[in-house]
């Protein structure tokens, strides 16, 4: 048991605490506002305040756990470095020889829970920011980038130092867990098919547009008239990758309307329908609410009532459509609808770790100033990135997908994968890249015995 000094109540340090000490470091864990409770406690006493003690592990408040509200807060991120790891929210240490900064076993330099507030809890996207061509905050305006450690789980990082430094201080027996790495595989299924089952209308609307493509406008005949497999229906092939790998993915379905960025088969035809339930009798599946869903509580709620109508069981997951999350309006509509576990937390331009933590964590609604029942589970590699944004091919993507399962992996954090079944088709742009998807399989599976490099 760890008794925890700080000297006012505030839910956002109760969700940090929750977040370090319960779930990331397997702590029990008393708050007192009262500082004469430490000097009367036997065990590990941790002071989070402006001044030390001579007793407690001290971490400096900065005073954003304790405020309401969203500010810039460009004057308080002063970056510094601990562990070799980059910090946020440095602190000055007081003097020890000071009366009233009294000396302490030890001390972190910065205000660690300042710093996992802030980036977790994403604050900066709730400030105002230069938005891409969809709408979505992009990784050059994080300050993980600005300050290059958008590729490290640097909030698992610092966690575990912490933990390093709390059992040299006190010994193993306080009970730390240590982390244990997990990998998530996850699909999104934006196009089920290339030319199958789409319908008249769109048919003949495909031949038109190949009418000066004649291998295209071929292709699609031969795919029409089953003479060819469908180049999107990659099911079968992905099931057998995650067989390989011993893993279980998560699909995600789209089933709004028909629209300029939601092209996908519509949720009406049996051929889609039955396709869902295939997927939906093996595992996990849950739902890809449309491209201007993201801040529309009815239309989320209408397309999780769609799927959950299709697949006959509710549904409680899922990822927004082209990455597009507005905080908090986003989440708010998901919980709306009854989604307690969204998948979309990540950069659709690079690798990486948007929130700075490759652990799985509660939602908390900054303009509310509460955590939400909903479970954020951050994505780290996606295909298109590699392919579409940064214009590698698949061994260069392959170099730094490894790099960053290998962080995760040391870590003992939670590697989330988004892929799509249309790149494993081994179609146009697409050459080359299902042997990337059976490869990131191999290396990111927990059983894994084949370390990167």
Not at 56 to 62: A, E, Q
Not at 114 to 142: C, K, Q
């Amino acid at each position: 048991m760890i008794l925890m000094f700080c000297p006012e109540e505030s839910p956002r340090i109760r969700w940090v605490l929750d977040l370090i000490l319960n779930q990331m470091l397997g702590l029990e864990y008393q708050i007192t506002f009262k500082p004469e409770d430490l000097d009367g406690f036997d065990g590990l006493t941790i002071r989070y305040d402006t001044e030390p003690d001579t007793k407690s592990f001290f971490i400096p408040s900065t005073g954003l756990l304790n405020e309401t509200g969203c500010y810039d807060q460009t004057y308080r991120l002063n970056p510094g470095t601990w562990h070799n790891l980059t910090t946020l929210f440095t602190s000055s240490p007081p003097s020890p020889s000071s009366p009233s900064s009294p000396s302490s076993p030890s001390s972190l330099p910065f205000d660690l829970f300042s710093a996992i507030f802030y980036l977790v809890t994403r604050y900066e996207e709730y400030l105002p920011f230069t938005p891409d061509e969809h709408g979505r905050f992009p990784s050059t305006e994080s300050v993980a980038t600005k300050l290059g450690f958008l590729g490290e789980p640097i909030v698992n990082l610092w966690v575990n130092a912490l933990g390093e430094e709390l059992e040299h201080l006190y010994g193993r027996s306080i009970g730390i867990k240590p982390p244990v790495y997990r990998f998530i595989p996850t699909l999104d299924v934006d196009n089920a098919w290339a030319y199958a089952h789409k319908g008249w209308w769109r048919t003949i609307g495909g031949f038109w547009r190949d009418r000066h493509k004649p291998l295209n406008r071929n292709f699609r005949f031969q795919v029409l008239r089953q003479n060819q497999p469908d180049p999107y229906d990659t099911y079968d092939l992905i099931d057998r990758f995650h067989r390989e790998a011993g893993c279980e993915p998560v699909w995600f379905f789209l089933t709004g309307h028909y629209g300029e960025y939601d092209r996908n088969i519509s949720c009406h035809n049996p051929h889609y329908q039955n396709l869902i339930r295939k997927i939906a009798r093996k595992g996990p599946v849950g739902v890809h609410p449309s491209y201007d869903s993201h801040s529309d509580p009815d239309r989320v709620a209408e397309e999780v009532e769609v799927l959950s109508r299709i697949i006959g069981q509710s549904v409680t997951r899922s990822r927004q459509h082209f990455l597009r999350l507005h905080f908090p309006s986003t989440y708010r509509a998901c919980l709306a609808a009854g989604i307690r576990e969204d998948y979309s937390l990540g950069y659709a331009d690079q690798p990486g770790f948007r929130a700075g933590i490759a652990t799985p964590f509660r939602f908390f609604d900054l303009e509310a100033e509460k955590p939400e029942e909903l479970t954020l589970y951050p994505f780290q590699i996606m295909d298109q990135t590699f392919r579409k944004y940064l214009e590698l091919n698949p061994d260069e993507a392959l170099d730094k997908i490894g790099v960053i399962i290998d962080r995760t992996r040391k870590a003992g954090g939670t590697l989330v994968t988004l892929w799509h079944n249309e790149s494993l088709s081994e179609w146009n742009e697409w050459t080359g890249w299902s042997e990337v998807y059976r490869q990131v399989l191999r290396l990111a599976s927990p059983s894994s015995d084949h370390p990167w490099k």
